[in-house]
């Protein structure tokens, strides 16, 4: 019994929030202004996002990063801007759930 709670327990801090935790989230934050889960927009769709970092153990802390200061370059020369009105929890949670994407 306490082998199966701490499992569940684990499974539950460790598994990637669902595209719907995500999404009114992501409304709030602004981010469908220029991204969409399918299809590039503005910026590129979630679903590329997740396929270009599958795997890589460094993409959630340099996406955190990234979604925080902005930048360019990795998707074209259209600068995705800072978002520092977004709060550092938000960000996790949409970058893990972004990367959990397939």
Same mark, same amino acid.
């Given at each position: 019994?306490?082998? =199966?709670?701490?499992?569940?327990? #684990?499974?539950? #801090?460790?598994?990637?929030? !669902?595209m719907a935790? %995500?999404?009114?989230?992501?409304?709030?934050? @602004?981010?469908?202004?220029?991204?969409s889960i399918?299809?590039?927009?503005? @910026?590129? !769709?979630?679903?590329?996002?997740?396929?270009?970092?599958?795997?890589?153990?460094? !993409?959630?802390?340099?996406?955190?990063?990234?979604?925080? !200061? @902005?930048? #360019?370059?990795?998707?074209?020369? %259209?600068?995705?801007?800072?978002?520092?009105?977004?709060?550092?929890?938000? #960000?996790? =949670?949409?970058?893990?759930? %972004?990367?959990?994407?397939?």
């Amino acid at each position: 019994m306490k082998q =199966t709670v701490l499992s569940a327990l #684990v499974l539950g #801090v460790l598994a990637a929030p !669902a595209m719907a935790d %995500i999404k009114p989230m992501a409304q709030k934050d @602004g981010c469908f202004a220029c991204h969409s889960i399918d299809n590039k927009l503005v @910026g590129p !769709a979630w679903k590329d996002v997740a396929k270009k970092y599958k795997g890589d153990k460094s !993409a959630e802390a340099r996406l955190i990063a990234k979604v925080k !200061a @902005g930048g #360019v370059g990795v998707w074209g020369q %259209i600068p995705m801007p800072p978002n520092s009105q977004v709060s550092p929890a938000d #960000v996790k =949670t949409l970058v893990k759930g %972004i990367l959990a994407l397939k």
